[in-house]
């Protein structure tokens, strides 16, 4: 049998990456075993349902929103790499009195709505240099996305998984039994062409025209413009459909609707949107808001969201020019 290598071995073995940003990784590693457990418990825990508070998103949170952010909180502050951090579910940044080093975005229970069913939830984050001659603001977290050091995300499922990139390509760690990440997916690579896409179809008639074209054209199946049958796939959790779309290739849309047509897209682009992003693309995906590269976007607030068209690079040109 074939000796895994762990998440310790492979980030010792990175040697293009700052051994800073390889301790935020492992704090982040470490709570996410912390997480995954909570997770896991469930109802014995009494960590399900609502915690009757409404967030910064104007969301209602979970109790496990809570739970998880705190986690993640802690550990990250007690990492000396790590100046500041910023969470979908905090109003502002928080600073932890340091210079230099690194800031963590995170996502700490990314479709969380799903928990209370069993669906599968995960973790996003991000991490972004941070200014050496201060304590970090609001503005230095404002960084387009191809700025990012380091991403990923994981999925509480079936299995508990690690996707990561540092400084090149995509790797996957599969949580053991006794804690430990082990390497199951070297060099993760996204497919150009696919037959499956995810969209919530039924906000299909509030859907920008080139965004129905495009899933017209799929529905049409053999008898239409694109010549083949298409599956269509929706978790209505964004971590769940994205490692999908890594294992088997694939597209993801959460496209503008005319619901609030004041808000340029549902997915936040600091904790969501530009993590996954720099993923697909190391991945040889691509990921955009439906025209623009999502990692060439420049932040103009902390809780900005966007559109997010990503996966299958093919795909996700023809939804560009539809």
């Given at each position: 049998?074939t ?6 071995g492979h980030?010792?073995a ?13 704090v ?5 075993v912390?997480i ?23 969301e ?6 809570i739970?998880?952010n705190?986690?993640?909180r802690e ?24 210079k ?8 700490p ?17 991000s ?16 960084l ?8 990923g ?8 998984m690690?996707v ?9 760690f ?8 082990l ?19 039924s ?16 529905l ?10 298409f599956n ?7 971590v769940?459909?994205?490692?999908r ?52 976007l ?14 299958s ?10």
């Open positions: 049998m000796t895994l290598i762990d998440l310790a980030l010792a990175e040697q293009t990456a700052d051994e800073a940003v390889k301790d935020v990784v492992a982040i590693a470490a709570a996410c912390q995954s457990r909570v997770v896991a418990s469930g109802a014995i825990s009494g960590s399900l349902g609502a915690a009757g508070q409404i967030n910064v998103q104007d209602e949170q979970k109790k496990l929103d739970i998880t705190d986690i993640l550990a990250l502050k007690a990492c000396p790499a790590v100046a500041g951090l910023a969470s979908e579910e905090l109003e502002a940044i928080e600073t932890a009195g340091r230099g080093g690194f800031l963590v975005t995170f996502d229970l990314d479709g969380s709505s799903n928990i209370d069913v069993n669906v599968s939830v995960g973790t996003i984050f991490i972004l240099p941070a200014p050496d001659d201060r304590e970090p603001n609001e503005q230095d977290f404002l387009p996305g191809r700025q990012q050091v380091a991403a995300y994981v999925v509480y499922g079936p299995q508990t690690l990561l990139t540092l400084s090149r390509g995509v790797f996957g599969t949580l053991s039994a006794d804690g430990t990440w390497m199951t997916h070297d060099a993760v690579a996204i497919s150009p062409e696919t037959a499956e896409f995810a969209i919530n179809m906000n299909q008639r509030h859907w920008a025209e080139p965004v129905r074209r495009y899933i017209e054209g799929c049409q199946g053999k008898d239409g413009p694109r010549g083949k049958n269509m796939r929706w978790v209505a959790s964004m769940a459909d994205v490692h779309i890594l294992m088997r290739g694939g597209i993801f849309l959460y496209p503008w609707d005319a619901r609030e047509p004041d808000k340029p897209g549902k997915l936040r682009l600091l904790y969501e949107a530009n993590p996954m992003a720099l993923i697909v693309e190391r991945a040889g995906g691509k990921a955009t808001d439906g025209q623009t590269a999502i990692l060439d420049q932040p103009t607030k902390l809780h900005q969201r966007v559109p997010v068209v990503l996966g690079a093919n795909e996700v040109d023809r939804v560009s020019a539809a």
